[in-house]
């Protein structure tokens, strides 16, 4: 399976995007999916996931009330909505596919990713 990230760009601190992930090879509606972000310098980190139908969705802290994920089955795509975003959401953010049906926060339950999106946000 391949997963494809767009959406990214420069936008100003307070402003939104919305990502996008769109899967190929395989339909991925059977699996937990999540975001990640690795900012310049730093380790890669969690940023929200949900499970294989969508009715549990998890968070990191750093993006509660902030950001919100989403699926469409019937496209096989994912999105996250980033609003209120603030200088330090600047990272390349990865989409990642589950083996598992619920979500998780560790990378190591994920075994497909996307090649990342640039997110970049000026103060």
């Known amino acids: 399976v391949q997963l494809q990230a767009s959406g990214g760009g420069l936008v100003q601190a307070g402003g939104s995007l919305r990502l996008s992930c769109a899967a190929s090879?395989?339909?991925?509606?059977?699996?937990?999916m999540g975001w990640f972000r690795q900012a310049p310098g730093k380790e890669r980190e969690f940023v929200s996931a949900?499970?294989?139908?969508?009715?549990?969705?998890h968070y990191a802290d750093f993006v509660k009330g902030r950001f919100t994920i989403s699926r469409d089955p019937a496209k096989n795509t994912v999105s996250l909505q980033m609003n209120s975003l603030k200088p330090e959401d600047t990272a390349v953010y990865y989409c990642?596919?589950?083996?598992?049906?619920?979500?998780?926060?560790?990378?190591?339950?994920?075994?497909?990713w996307g090649q990342g999106t640039l997110v970049t946000v000026s103060s």
């Open positions: 990642a596919a589950s083996r598992f049906t619920v979500w998780g926060i560790e990378e190591s339950e994920y075994n497909s």
């Open positions: 090879g395989r339909t991925f509606s059977n699996y937990a």
């Open positions: 949900l499970n294989w139908n969508g009715d549990s969705t």
